[in-house]
């Protein structure tokens, strides 16, 4: 997933993600794989007001954009959806720092530069 | 009422063509219902049988359901798709898998009964009929015009498939009550139906909103005009709606749960 946004105000992942997808990412990059009704009853505990479905379209959100990838799984349960992270959380933070240095290198260079240079002499 | 336009664009056919008209008529009506035929086979690519999709407390409540609408018959199958959804033909019953992720067990023993209702109406024979019928209505008046080079008759023509349309949107949403009416009678728990009914609302409409929503770029402060909601023309206005809304639906769910209940206790005082 490449970062398309980035909001000033928001601390760590939720700065890239809307705040219920970034607390999803949060727990699925805890347990790796789960499916839609096992962050449910995670999500549950933090806002007893969700419905499935909230979770549902923002777990296939975060298809979407790459996060996580879904699959069927054929368990003795029946056949159910299972949701997979696609990168690590480490990966991730590298590619967003990534993206926003390569913005501001490419709209304000020198700037950044002079900027960068500062801190690092700090 | 659906017959009456079919019927007048028959009498229509006779009248400006004759029985040569008649013919070209039939002819183009049984070339829709071919067309129809060859591409509903097949319509099941990803489908599972139920027994294998779903736990066996769920598969215990949905083999108890077929039951008592003597129905047994029927095949449930599981569909790959998240995506809510659920169907029915011939005497196939499809539920998506999304549907799995965003209602309990009760409210998709509801969902089955539903569709359950349209298998027991003869809905899954008569809604293709109806959509075979919806075709040949529509190609029916520049068929006239070729057929006749008179104007005034596909102008008439024309009047008469608006007419059929509205009809036809008449005949299938009372179709979709009729099920509702047959599940409810056939559900432990009527009021399932009314929940599952507001949950693939809820997941609609927000499903809606997440969509419209595009991905700014670096700009966090500054508010962009694209951004901002649009409201389009959707088909359903632009068209007759063939469904009940969930609002409509949900209302006469309470109604007969309030009639039972009241029902319930008149026969307690007696």
């Known amino acids: 997933m490449e970062p398309q946004e980035f909001k000033l105000t928001e601390e760590g992942i939720k700065a890239v993600l809307p705040p219920l997808e970034a607390e999803i990412m949060e727990y699925m990059w805890k347990v790796r794989v789960a499916t839609a009704g096992e962050v449910y009853d995670y999500m549950k505990t933090k806002h007893p007001e969700i419905r499935r479905s909230t979770v549902s379209i923002l777990m296939n959100r975060l298809c979407e954009r790459g996060l996580l990838s879904r699959s069927i799984d054929h368990g003795r349960g029946g056949m159910r959806y299972v949701y997979s992270i696609t990168t690590t959380r480490e990966e991730f933070e590298e590619k967003v720092v990534q993206r926003i240095l390569d913005a501001l290198m490419s709209n304000f260079r020198e700037a950044t530069y002079a900027y960068l240079s500062r801190i690092r002499k700090e | ?270």
């Open chain 2, 1 to 270: 009422m659906i017959s009456v336009p079919l019927a007048l664009m028959i009498l229509l056919v006779y009248i400006s063509s004759g029985y040569i008209g008649l013919g070209v008529a039939g002819v183009l009506f049984a070339c829709t219902m071919i067309i129809g035929k060859l591409s509903l086979q097949g319509k099941c690519h990803k489908c599972h049988p139920i027994t294998r999709a779903v736990p066996e407390s769920l598969g215990e409540k949905l083999r108890s359901v077929l039951e008592r609408a003597n129905l047994e018959d029927v095949e449930i199958y599981a569909l790959e798709d998240y995506i809510p959804n659920a169907y029915s033909y011939d005497k196939n019953i499809v539920l998506s898998l999304g549907l799995f992720e965003i209602l309990d067990d009760d409210e998709i023993t509801a969902v089955v009964a539903h569709e359950l209702g349209h298998i027991k109406n003869k809905d899954t024979l008569i809604f293709p009929l109806v959509a075979y019928l919806r075709v040949f209505m529509f190609l029916m008046p520049p068929l006239l015009l070729i057929l006749t080079w008179k104007f005034w008759a596909a102008v008439v023509g024309f009047v008469l498939y608006l007419w059929f349309e509205f009809e036809r949107s008449r005949f299938l949403r009372e179709r979709e009550f009729k099920a509702d009416d047959f599940a409810l009678r056939l559900l432990d728990r009527p009021l399932s139906l009314k929940a599952a009914l507001e949950e693939l609302k809820y997941y609609e409409d927000l499903r809606a909103k997440v969509k419209d929503q595009t991905l700014p770029g670096i700009d966090p402060t500054i508010e962009r005009p694209s951004q901002k909601e649009h409201t389009y023309w959707r088909p359903s206005f632009l068209m007759f709606p063939t469904h009940p809304t969930y609002e409509e639906r949900i209302v006469r769910i309470m109604v007969y749960a309030d009639i039972s209940s009241l029902s319930e206790e008149v026969r307690r005082w007696e």
